[in-house]
């Protein structure tokens, strides 16, 4: 195979910016194409765009969510970034250039020069410096919302850096504690986005009872586009930075909102209060283009997956967690035969027509298979294939009956859609049916999508089963099974509570590796390891789309989701 992953030389970059698109989405138009050009871009005009939600903080670092990536990668800027269109090809952000190797253990990046902060202030080497100094000593009370920063570098003594300097006042050192070949990569999450310090202080942002940058609107950014004003549940209104040292944005304005049900964003742009939207309903790709609006497509680079975790209701007993109807005995998903008998059950071909208007696959690992590594991973796991017969054999041998059930509490978000996830509750009811036709009983649960939530609990490892997905963030396995798997210390990740024999040492291991073949065949072996314990079940990669007007253009789609709408113009009404 012909790996692309790989970290590349500023000469490699620039010349990667000058053939940044090659083709990585397609459109359908009934005029000119929004992922395309109509010529000359019109500047100013407004556009109000529809999510599934809002941003969960305005805090850039604790953040870990897509909705919430949406708005603040339009105001925070990252050191370096993905080239548009692509999954795994670096450029520089506001680092201009660096040097670093993959099986090295020091990076250094040359600021880029005349950047000011939104507030006026100057973009420099210790500006960079505090932040990381800031994420790497936050409280734990900041660290339970700082999912990426945990997962990707690691608090106190799990974390890679060794230290941070500022060597001149636009150079800044990164000394890791040992190689760690995807460091790179993890500085592309807007997570890492640079905030201006004066901002910092002046929000108190290291202060968890005190800070208001999780609230409020500021110029902290250096980004194309400045966060006016934001309104839970309602919108957030960006404006376009007049001093922005990259290209200009061509809109005036960018208002973004929350419309939760996909049909209602599809009926939002039919009557023109918005001029385009995010995660169109597959079954609705025909209305979006029969109406002479646009749809342009994204890759599918994401995976919906169950989790199962054996120790939830130790964990939710622990933390003092009550739910209705409550966890009673221990969980049966503590046998793997029953965790395989859930498998089993569940006919992951029939959630396609169902769900994803026969576009999205069968996930037989996590892997999409638009990744490069999806070969090398899928050929390292046995898939457990629908077999009703089977999963109900599993469940009798493992002592459980008709009068004595296997009992497991199932749960789904509600007031979201997600790439990977375009109907919660419809998957749930089809999945429960599978399961209970299996000889399972389920008790079914749900909660509102939101960090404290369900997102928190199902992230600490409070459920026995759940809904949750993933959109890779670049393309390589340690962003899909690292970022899941990886133990604190000795502790397996609280969501699945994987507690198998060998997994730390494989992700050790997989983790640092550099040599391409030699990588693949490691988190090949980790790989193997979840899915042979079913740690989770992945179910279906998903394909997504977004609907513009026909008067938008430019908009540059990413299947990581990466996107920023500087390119994006709009013809007069």
Known sequence: ????????????????????????????????????????????????????????????????????????????????????????????????????????????????PN?????????????????????????????????????????????????????????????????????????????FGIVSPAILESTNASDFENTTLTTDAVPGGTGPFILESYTPDDNATLVRNENYWGEKAHLDRLIIQPIADPAARLQALQGGSIQGFDLVNPSDYEAVTDGGFQLVERLSFNSLYLGLNPSARDNAEAAGRNYDPPYEGDSPLKDVAVRRAVELAIDKEALIPAFYGGRGSVATTFMPETSQWADEIAGAVTPNTFDPDAARQLLADAGFSESNPAVIHFWYPTEVTRPYMPDPAGLHQAITQMLEDAGF?????????????????????????????????????????????????????????????????????????????????????????????????????????????????????????????????????
């Not at 920063?149 to 890679?160: A, K, L, M, R, T």
């Not at 941070?164 to 460091?183: I, Q, S």
């Not at 790989?527 to 314990?533: E, S, Y």
């Open 1 to 112: 195979m012909n790996h692309r992953w790989r970290y590349f030389s500023i000469a490699a970059a620039l010349m990667l910016v000058l053939a940044a698109c090659t083709g990585t989405q397609s459109s359908t138009s009934a005029s000119a194409s929004a992922s395309g050009s109509a010529g000359t871009p019109q500047e100013g005009g407004t556009l109000v765009f529809a999510g599934a939600r809002l941003s969960d903080s305005l805090d850039p670092a604790l953040t870990s969510d897509g909705e919430s990536f949406r708005i603040l990668r339009q105001v925070y800027e990252t050191l370096v970034d993905l080239a548009p269109g692509s999954t795994n090809e670096l450029i520089g952000g506001l680092a201009e250039t660096w040097e670093g190797e993959p099986d090295g253990t020091v990076y250094t990046f040359h600021i880029r």
């Open 115 to 191: 950047v000011k902060f939104q507030d006026g202030t100057d973009l420099n080497a210790a500006a960079v410096v505090a932040n990381f100094d800031r994420m790497a000593n936050m409280s734990e009370e900041f660290q339970a919302s700082a999912y990426y920063y945990g997962q990707v570098i690691g608090f106190g003594d799990d974390s890679i850096i060794e230290s941070v300097e500022a060597t001149d006042d636009m150079t800044v050192v990164f000394t890791l504690k040992r190689p760690n070949p995807t460091f790179l990569y993890g500085l592309v999450l807007p997570c």
């Open 441 to 573: 009983v389920v008790e079914s649960h749900s909660d509102i999508w939101d960090d404290p939530g369900y997102l928190f609990d199902a992230q600490n490892g409070y459920y026995d089963l759940h809904f949750l997905g993933w959109t890779g963030d670049w393309d390589d396995p340690g962003n899909f099974y690292g970022i899941h798997f990886a133990y604190d210390g000795d502790t397996p990740a609280l969501q699945f509570g994987c507690a198998v024999d060998g997994l730390k040492d494989a992700l050790d291991a997989a983790d640092g590796e550099a040599e391409p073949a030699a990588r693949g065949a490691a988190w090949g072996e980790v790989a193997k390891l979840v899915h042979d314990n079913v740690c989770f079940v992945t179910l279906v990669h998903g394909d997504t789309a977004l609907a513009f007007a026909p008067n938008v253009h430019g908009y540059e789609a990413n299947p990581t989701g990466s996107e920023v709408f500087t390119t994006v113009s709009m013809d007069p009404e």
